[in-house]
């Protein structure tokens, strides 16, 4: 068996730059709906794909180039609230454990009452807490 040493095996040539990594994102039904209109106004789509993918990535790459994008922080939850919500969550636990697993003379629509109070409680916290905060930003400014 002969090998050639020749490194030039035909075919295209090796790009430069590899394109090997991937971002994936999952969005509803309507927002995915949306981003195939948009890539259909933009000229993207052909009778078979609507290439939302091409269109987001030149999109993206276009809007940070001009200088216009959002930056999404996401907001630090301090080790003191952490801290506060622990044993609330663990209460809550058990009170559910002893509802679901226990028939006891406690009046369960006052614990259900409770129950929902501490649940709305904590979830106006994780409302509040998980609220992105969102800089529209031009570079340069």
Do not use: W
């Not at 090796?14 to 509803?28: D, G, M, Q, R």
């Not at 948009?38 to 999109?59: C, E, I, M, P, W």
Request: net charge positive.
């Amino acid at each position: 068996m002969i090998t050639s040493t020749n490194k030039n095996k035909g075919g295209a040539p090796k790009k430069a730059v590899l394109k090997n990594k991937e971002i994936k994102f999952s969005c509803t039904e309507e927002v995915y709906d949306f981003f195939v209109e948009q890539s259909q106004v933009a000229g993207y789509a052909t009778k078979k794909r609507s290439n939302v993918s091409k269109f987001l990535h030149d999109f993206t790459l276009t809007m940070i180039h001009e200088g216009y994008y959002q930056s999404v922080q996401a907001p630090a939850v301090s080790r003191d609230l952490l801290i506060e919500l622990v044993p609330v969550a663990n209460n809550l636990n058990q009170a559910m454990h002893i509802c679901n697993t226990a028939v006891t003379d406690l009046n369960l629509v006052d614990l259900g009452k409770k129950i929902e109070a501490i649940r709305r409680v904590m979830m106006a916290l994780t409302t509040t807490i998980l609220a992105p905060k969102v800089n529209i930003i031009k570079q340069g400014e």
